[in-house]
Structure formats: C-alpha cells, structure tokens
C-alpha cells in the first residue's frame, strides 16, 4: 500500500493511526462553537478535526420531508440544514486560521462545488466524501480535479459504487485516495462495527 501524505503527516502501513475529531456541522452555525469544537480536538491529542461544509439550498429542495424523526415532524430537512449552514465565508477563514494558531490539521467534507473552491482558497490540506455522495460522480471528479488527498466515506455503498468512485478520483490524475469504512448508524454498537471489512477494503482497492 502506498503511503500518502496529508499536510506533514504520513497515512499508511506501519504509520501511527492517523485520528480525526469529527466535528460535522456540530458548531450549530455558530462560529463560537467552532472554535469550540478545536480546542477540544486539540485538547484530545487528535492529528485533525473535520467539519462539513454546505449551504441548504444547493443540498435539498425546500420541501423535502426530513429523513430522521426528533419529534418535531413539522420541519423540512431545509429547515434542518439551514439551522446549520450559518457560518459564512469569512468564518470559514477564521476557522482555519485558528487551527493553524492552535497547530491541529483542519479540513472538510464539501457537498458541493462552491464549498470544494471555498475549501481550496483556504488551503485544506485534504477533502472528504460522504458516504451520501459517493454516488455523485460530477462532485467527486471536481474534488479530484484540485490535486489533493481525498478521503471517501463508504457507508451503505456497493462494491460497485465504491469502484466507480475510486475510478473517477484516479481518471482525474489522483491517486491519493483513503477509503473509510463507515456504518451510518450513530453511535454504532460495537456488534455492528464489522471492522473486518477494513481488511476486505483494503485487500480490493
């Protein structure tokens, strides 16, 4: 397995696991939790923390049902990713510059292409998939396509699918790929893990 290189870190056999605090859309659109949720990752010895980055309007339609069930079933999945979209760009700078102030690696799943340029101005070291885009090949070729280590998220994904993605990021000249094995079941019980797969990802791709 080759080895790849994110920011000063080396990913793959006989490197130190490489850990990341994800963070998500966790700061509730609020650039104080942000910061926040850094000086945790930072205080817990992670090599890097990992956001999502999006706004509402370019990842569903207004009224789209929301695919989870809190109770409050009035709400559209709008309603619910806009509650979380509210950083701005000038936060996002913000954000980077103070991981690098408190020496943690930074970077970001991007849902669309705005986001994956947005990312790119501010110099993320690597990108993300999620497991939700791994079938959106015109995303994943445009994140292919800045030349930097891609992470993908393989929940609920086929052989076939992750094939398909892997396939695009090296038909854009990239080769620095780190699959995820991923259950989309939060928290997962350790009965569910099924971490042997990791071996089976590996041995294929």
């Known amino acids: 397995m080759a080895k790849i290189k994110i920011g000063d870190i080396l990913i793959g056999d006989d490197e130190p696991c490489f850990t990341i ?57 709008f309603d619910v990713f806009s509650k979380l979209d509210g950083l701005t760009n000038d936060n996002w700078h913000e954000i980077f510059e103070y991981s690098k102030k408190k020496d943690i690696m930074c970077f970001s799943t991007p849902f669309d292409n705005d986001s994956v340029d947005l ?6 070291p690597a990108f993300k998939i999620a497991s939700a885009d791994i079938t959106d090949i015109p995303l994943i070729k445009f994140i292919a396509s800045k030349q930097l280590p891609v992470f993908i998220s393989t929940g609920m994904a086929s052989d076939n699918e992750i094939s398909e993605a892997v396939d695009s990021i090296k038909n854009q000249g990239n080769n620095d790929i780190i699959i995820m094995h991923c259950i989309t079941s939060y928290p997962t019980n350790f009965e ?9 990802l590996k041995n294929q791709f």
Request: glycine share 4%; aromatic share 6%; charged share 30%.
């Open 21 to 77: 605090a994800e963070a998500g859309a966790n700061h509730d659109g609020s650039i104080e939790k942000a910061l926040k949720l850094i000086d945790a990752a930072k205080e817990s010895k992670v090599n890097s923390i990992k956001f999502q980055t999006y706004k509402a309007s370019k990842l569903t339609t207004k009224s789209a049902p929301k695919y989870w069930d809190d109770g409050k079933n009035n709400e559209t999945q």
């Open 119 to 124: 990312l790119y101005s501010l110099d993320v």
């Open 192 to 200: 569910d893990a099924n971490l042997s797969i990791i071996r089976s």
